[in-house]
C-alpha cells in the first residue's frame, strides 16, 4: 500500500478542542535504515510492526505495510529494537471524511507537536487549521524513525 501525507508543526493546543480520540503511544525501530524502517508500535491495547519504504521525490508517499501483532508479542520485540523509543499522545481530529492525526511528544522530545493527514492523491485539497504551522512534509528531521535518535537518554 502507498501512503500519502502531509506533515505540519503544531502552533499551540487548540487542536485538543477538536479531538475525538487520545491514545498513548510507545514506539521503536527494528531497522532505521534510509531505504526501509521497520518499527514496533504499542498504540493503546493493540499492537503493530510496520515496514516502511524510502519516501517519493516529493516527501508525500512511500510504501507502508502494517500488521497488528500481540501485545506480548510486540513488547517482547521492543527489546530487541535499536537503541531509543519514541513516547507520545496522539489525538484524532475528524475532518469531514479525512482526519488528523496530532502527536504530542514526551520525553526528551516534549513540546514537539506534529500533525499529518493521510490523502487518497498528492494533490487532494484539504482544511487547514489555524493551529497547524510550518509544513514539514518530507523532511527527514520529522521522522519518526530518525526522532527517536534525538529521544535517546544520554
Same mark, same amino acid.
Given at each position: 500500500?502507498?501512503?500519502?501525507?502531509? !506533515?505540519?508543526?503544531?502552533?499551540?493546543?487548540?487542536?485538543?478542542? @477538536?479531538?475525538?480520540k487520545k491514545t498513548?503511544?510507545?514506539?521503536?525501530? @527494528? %531497522?532505521?535504515?534510509?531505504?526501509?524502517?521497520?518499527?514496533?508500535?504499542?498504540? +493503546?491495547?493493540?499492537a503493530f510492526i510496520?515496514?516502511?519504504?524510502?519516501?517519493?521525490?516529493?516527501?508525500?508517499?512511500?510504501?507502508?505495510?502494517?500488521?497488528?501483532?500481540?501485545?506480548?508479542?510486540?513488547?517482547?520485540?521492543?527489546?530487541?529494537?535499536?537503541?531509543?523509543?519514541?513516547?507520545?499522545?496522539?489525538?484524532?481530529?475528524?475532518?469531514?471524511?479525512?482526519?488528523?492525526?496530532?502527536?504530542?511528544?514526551? +520525553?526528551?522530545?516534549? +513540546? @514537539?507537536?506534529?500533525?499529518?493527514?493521510?490523502?487518497?492523491?498528492?494533490?487532494?485539497?484539504?482544511?487547514?487549521?489555524?493551529? @497547524?504551522?510550518?509544513?514539514?512534509? +518530507?523532511?527527514?528531521?520529522?521522522?519518526?524513525? %530518525?526522532?527517536?535518535?534525538?529521544?535517546? !537518554?544520554?
Open positions: 500500500m502507498i501512503e500519502i501525507e502531509r !506533515k505540519f508543526l503544531v502552533e499551540n493546543e487548540d487542536y485538543k478542542k @477538536l479531538a475525538v498513548y503511544f510507545v514506539q521503536a525501530y @527494528l %531497522n532505521t535504515h534510509p531505504e526501509r524502517t521497520t518499527r514496533i508500535r504499542i498504540a +493503546g491495547d493493540k510496520t515496514i516502511k519504504g524510502k519516501s517519493s521525490a516529493s516527501g508525500l508517499s512511500r510504501f507502508e505495510w502494517e500488521k497488528e501483532i500481540p501485545v506480548e508479542d510486540a513488547k517482547e520485540l521492543l527489546e530487541l529494537c535499536e537503541p531509543g523509543a519514541i513516547e507520545k499522545y496522539r489525538y484524532i481530529i475528524p475532518l469531514e471524511e479525512l482526519f488528523y492525526e496530532v502527536d504530542e511528544f514526551l +520525553g526528551n522530545l516534549k +513540546g @514537539l507537536t506534529i500533525a499529518e493527514i493521510e490523502l487518497k492523491k498528492e494533490d487532494d485539497s484539504f482544511k487547514k487549521f489555524d493551529w @497547524l504551522g510550518k509544513e514539514v512534509t +518530507g523532511d527527514p528531521d520529522y521522522y519518526n524513525s %530518525n526522532l527517536i535518535k534525538r529521544s535517546i !537518554k544520554i
